[in-house]
């Protein structure tokens, strides 16, 4: 079974940069697309990045498209989500997930096991 736990989180200001990484347990992350996710106080928890299983593929949400990059290395059994440009709207707690499949998809409910999350403070 796949247990996942992100990192590099922190406060920054609007413009700044941050890598966050999720490191993932278990022999079968290879097999698997991997996405990440956020969730600001109030707000339900939205799609931000996908990865297929091979790194060939990513999908990105329009509101973050062309600022964040999702990358893996199966080696590592790690996904990074590279988020340049930051904005004060980017402010959430960022989830890492893995998939039921080896694609990447949009809704919460296609990924079954989540990492505890890592918040992202930006100022303005």
């Known amino acids: 079974q796949v247990q996942l736990v992100e990192s590099g989180g922190g406060l920054v200001q609007a413009g700044d940069s941050l890598r966050l990484s999720c490191a993932a347990s278990g022999r079968t992350f290879g097999n698997y697309a991997m996405g990440w996710f956020r969730q600001a106080p109030g707000k339900e928890r939205e799609f931000v990045a996908g990865i297929g299983w091979n790194g060939y593929v990513t999908y990105y949400a329009d509101s973050v498209k062309g600022r964040f990059s999702t990358s893996r290395d199966d080696a590592k059994n790690t996904v990074i989500l590279q988020m340049n440009s930051l904005k004060a709207e980017d402010t959430a707690v960022y989830y890492c997930?893995?998939?039921?499949?080896?694609?990447?998809?949009?809704?919460?409910?296609?990924?079954?096991?989540w990492g505890q999350g890592t918040q992202v403070t930006v100022s303005s």
């Open positions: 997930a893995k998939h039921r499949t080896r694609f990447p998809g949009t809704q919460v409910g296609a990924y079954d096991t």
